[in-house]
Each structure stands twice: as structure tokens, then as C-alpha cells.
């Protein structure tokens, strides 16, 4: 899919790892893991110091993206470009 002459990535799968970290597929194939523990001071994030909150995390299928309960939604973009950055496949 294409947004404003960019490429949109979308999450094809994830599933949460030890120490905040998820792993994730993307739709063309790049997969690894992206740590989020760094977000756990931040605003509506710090709900995920209760570990349980942070394995409820799901893959939206409207926007392929992951997303938890009470709105938390991850650029799909943003966590693609991390994966990139490092070179995981």
C-alpha cells in the first residue's frame, strides 16, 4: 500500500518477548524484535508496568498495526525503520 507517494508497512504478526520487547513480521517479510521499555514513563505507557497489560497486545486488522486496550497504537512505520535500521530480517 502506498500513502503519499511512501510505502506503508503493515504488521502481519507479532507476539510479545521477555523485557518489553515484541517481535514483529511485517508484510514484505522483515521480522525481528523491538524493545519498548523505554516508553514505560510516558504517559498512558506506564500502564504497561503491569506486564500483563503489555501482553495484550494484538495485530489490528483494519490497520495492521499493533494496538493494545485503552488506544495504544504504534506507528507501524516507525517500528518498521527500527527494524530496518538494525538489520533484521
Known sequence: MR???RQ???VTACKVEDDYKLWLRFDDGLEG???LGNLLEIG???LWRDVREFEKVSVDP???TVTW???IRLDP???Y???AARGSR
Do not use: Y
Request: no cysteine; net charge negative; aromatic share 4%.
Open 69 to 71: 486496550e485503552g488506544g
Open 62 to 64: 483494519e490497520t495492521a
Open 44 to 46: 498512558a505507557f506506564k
Open 8 to 10: 506503508v508497512h503493515r
Open 33 to 35: 524484535s523491538v524493545s
Open 81 to 83: 525503520q527500527d527494524l
Open 3 to 5: 500513502q503519499e507517494g
Open 77 to 79: 512505520d516507525i517500528l
